[in-house]
């Protein structure tokens, strides 16, 4: 099992700038490909930035390229989404995922994950 806590959520004007962190327990997490998606209401679960277990190979959605980054520190067992330029339609609740799989492989598709955590809200005022 692994376990995945997000935090960093909040209310933030639009043009602003949030930083996610999801800090993972229960096993090696060097071993996880690890996802960032959103949820807004009434919408699909969207993947926003996934990376590679070594944090070789990056990949975004397209509405978030460009503004949004994601990075991990294995040594913490945590992952970031650092999200700049914010703007409203970023509103949702964000989710954290694992998937144990390495090499250079970025899992895009929401069912593949393993484990989730239990989302923060990101806010984002006009």
């Known amino acids: 099992q692994v376990q995945l806590v997000e935090s960093g959520g909040g209310l933030v004007q639009a043009g602003g700038s949030l930083r996610l962190s999801c800090a993972a327990s229960?096993?090696?997490?060097?071993?996880?490909?690890m996802g960032w998606f959103r949820q807004a209401p009434g919408k699909e679960r969207e993947f926003v930035a996934g990376i590679s277990c070594s944090g070789g190979r990056l990949y975004y959605g397209d509405s978030v390229k460009g503004r949004f980054t994601i990075s991990r520190d294995n040594a913490k067992n945590t992952v970031y989404l650092q999200m700049n330029s914010l703007k409203p339609e970023d509103t949702a609740v964000y989710y954290c995922a694992a998937k144990q799989v390495c090499g250079l492989r970025v899992v895009l598709n929401r069912d593949n994950y393993d484990y989730w955590g239990q989302g923060t809200q990101v806010t984002v005022s006009s």
């Open positions: 229960g096993r090696t997490f060097s071993n996880y490909a």
